[in-house]
């Protein structure tokens, strides 16, 4: 069974640092792209990137590009998204996703809820 | 505001038919295919359409996509309560080198 686990949710002050985890399960890690997506409190999906853990191929959504960094550690099947520096706009669900193609997601994490609050 | 462009909400009757529409360009919807998800209340969202018009394994017929132009369509026929839910076509951009959802579209079954 193919399953994706979010890391748990989080509560951060502005400008604190963070990075989430999503482990793959049930199938080949390395073939399958992962992308990240945001949605904030009642609103819509925001494709953030993706990355393609067999070469590390990353694309970034330009909204996105420079305020996030996404990683992958294929030995632990498992991907990241990072912050070096929280702002309170960032409150939300991110979802991590596996990817047939950069947008055809097949299979979604749980979400991992962020709330920073100072 | 959304890359692609969804109707805000629908809503129907069960057992009626709705379309649900999303208007992109040339870079995104014109040149490649669009994806549809469904996300119920509260839960992760889940592929509804891929390739804009092939069901995954386990979703009823009575989802379909098509595509025209630089606009796709999703109907959903023999409406249940149950299809209540938000709606999200997503497609790549070619001039963003970026994936791109619609703003969504709130189904409500009367």
């Known amino acids: 069974e193919v399953q994706l686990v979010q890391s748990g949710a989080e509560v951060k002050k502005p400008g604190e640092s963070l990075k989430i985890s999503c482990k793959g399960s049930?199938?080949?890690?390395?073939?399958?792209?992962i992308g990240w997506v945001r949605q904030m409190p009642g609103k819509g999906l925001e494709w953030m990137g993706i990355?393609?853990?067999?070469?590390?191929?990353?694309r970034y959504s330009p909204s996105f590009q420079g305020q996030v960094s996404i990683s992958v550690d294929k030995s632990i099947s498992t991907a990241y998204l990072q912050w070096t520096s929280l702002k309170a706009s960032d409150i939300g669900m991110y979802y991590c996703?596996?990817?047939?193609?950069?947008?055809?997601?097949?299979?979604w994490g749980q979400g991992t809820l962020i709330t920073v609050s100072s | 505001q959304s890359v692609l462009t969804q109707p805000p909400s629908v809503s129907a009757a069960p057992g009626q038919k709705v379309t649900i529409s999303c208007s992109g360009g040339?870079?995104?919807?014109?040149?490649?295919?669009v994806h549809w998800f469904q996300q119920l209340p509260g839960t992760a969202p889940k592929l509804l359409i891929r390739?804009?018009?092939k069901r995954p394994s386990g979703i009823p017929d009575r989802f379909s996509g098509s595509k025209s132009g630089t606009s796709a369509t999703l109907v959903i026929t023999g409406l249940r309560t149950g299809d209540e839910a938000d709606y999200y076509c997503?497609?790549?951009?070619?001039?963003?080198?970026?994936?791109?959802f619609g703003g969504g579209t709130k189904l409500t079954v009367l």
């Open positions: 997503a497609a790549w951009d070619n001039s963003l080198s970026s994936g791109v």
């Open positions: 996703t596996r990817g047939r193609d950069q947008v055809e997601f097949d299979y």
């Open positions: 990355i393609y853990p067999s070469d590390s191929d990353t």
């Open positions: 040339i870079s995104n919807i014109g040149n490649n295919h």
């Open positions: 390739d804009t018009s």
């Open positions: 049930g199938y080949s890690f390395t073939n399958f792209w």
